[in-house]
């Protein structure tokens, strides 16, 4: 991770690694040069995969990957399947449960959900609140493993939301309760809104007051920003991506009274991700928990984060991260959340529209996992005939 040849995207996680000790076989002693109470969750964030320094991953890594997971791959279809199955020598005995598995690669979610109908796979991820509902009418479990983030990212260094008054005049536009039943939910049970990083299930959440809906405050702050007539936007967004497409239309449609005329730029997820995202002025990006929410914070907010899609670049948000980062003390720490989610609410650069992520699958399906690590633990699950 820390070869600068690798490129990898969370090395600046690892850069407060100073030596490794290997006392024996079953042993690791890590050194860091800084406390950081949560580096045991970076360490094992599911882009950290554990691989033998003598394995050829460059050549080998599509094709016939290694690891110590309860599967191994048996045969690879590109773009279309894979089969793994049990791994005779998993460390942990007893699992998996399961003598196969095999995954098909199905870019379109109404095709997965007709697999899942026709019998032909037994699990079924994203599939969206009317798919719950129908497929629940037919005899099939959905469940919700936990709340995703949809966050509307709008990019501090470029026009039109290089202005907080831009940014605050599309805060002043939001209705929460519009958004939650455009995601065929309700507000405050299945769907969440806040104008921070921080889903609202979370411990660390810090409750403020929503501003309220007020399209003459809006036009007034555009105005002051210099777009009396009001202004043009592109907003770009996964199409296929679940509640991409009914949240874009019902923010194009929320903010029009104030002047905003968004322009709706969906692709598919992959070409979304691929060649728009991170370069757009206003972006809709779907992201996954974390078991800890400073890991998305050093991602995606920091001024140097990687993942920086709304590239916010303020000094006291940096100042904050790295509190956060290194604080051990719970009030102190949470304190300094607070602080950093009351900066989100003043000048910050999203709108966090929280989803239920809903898997759907067999009756037959049992014991199916899926913690906010984001990681299927398919070694527990089983049919049960």
């Known amino acids: 991770t820390q070869d600068p040849d690798v490129g ?4 600046a996680d690892f850069e407060v690694l100073e030596r490794i000790e290997t006392p024996d076989d079953y042993t690791v002693v890590l050194h860091l040069s800084e406390v950081r109470p949560t580096f045991i ?10 691989l033998s320094s003598e394995y050829d991953y460059a050549s080998k890594g599509e094709t016939a990957p290694m690891g110590t997971g309860p599967f191994v791959l048996k045969e690879m279809v590109p773009k279309e399947s ?16 399961a003598d196969e598995l095999r995954i098909y690669f199905v870019p379109d979610i109404d095709a997965s ?16 609140t009317i798919h719950k509902r129908n497929l629940e009418a037919k005899g099939f479990k959905v469940v919700s493993p936990y709340q995703e983030y949809r966050f509307v990212a709008m990019a501090a260094d470029r026009d039109p939301f ?10 002043y536009c939001m209705d929460p309760e519009v958004l939650a039943a455009a995601c065929q939910g309700e507000l405050g049970s299945d769907v969440f809104y806040n104008e921070t990083p921080i889903l609202n299930v979370l411990p660390q ?7 309220g809906r007020d399209i003459d405050k809006a036009k007034q702050l555009l105005a002051e920003a210099g777009y009396p ?14 509640y991409g497409q009914e949240i874009a239309q019902t923010l194009k449609e929320l903010s029009a009274p104030a002047g905003f005329d968004i322009e709706l730029k969906g692709y598919t997820r992959d070409v979304y991700l691929s060649q728009y995202w991170m370069n757009g002025p206003m972006l809709l990006t779907g992201w996954g928990p974390r078991v800890d929410p400073s890991m998305l914070l050093q991602l995606a907010y920091r001024s140097d984060g990687s993942w920086n899609e709304s590239h916010m670049a303020d000094a006291e948000v940096d100042e ?38 809903f898997v759907a699958m067999r009756k037959e399906v049992m014991d199916y996992r899926q913690p906010p690590t984001m990681l299927n633990q398919y070694e527990y699950t089983y049919i049960e005939e």
């Open 162 to 171: 290089d202005d907080n008054r831009v940014r605050l005049a599309m805060k």
């Open 82 to 97: 894979a089969l793994l199955v049990k791994n005779e020598n998993f460390w942990n005995e007893g699992l998996p449960k």
């Open 320 to 357: 904050l991260i790295d509190k956060i980062s290194t604080e051990v003390d719970d009030a102190k720490r949470q304190s300094y959340y607070d602080r950093l989610q009351e900066v989100f609410h003043e000048r910050g650069t999203v709108i966090n529209v929280q989803v239920p992520y």
């Open 113 to 128: 959900v007709s697999m899942l109908e026709a019998g032909k796979v037994d699990v079924c991820p994203f599939v969206n």
């Open 229 to 242: 007539n009001g202004l043009t936007v592109e907003l770009f967004y996964g199409s296929d991506h679940p």
């Open 205 to 211: 959440y810090h409750e403020i007051p929503f501003r």
């Open 41 to 50: 969750y970076q360490l094992t964030d599911y882009h950290m995969c554990m």
């Open 8 to 11: 990898h995207l969370k090395k």
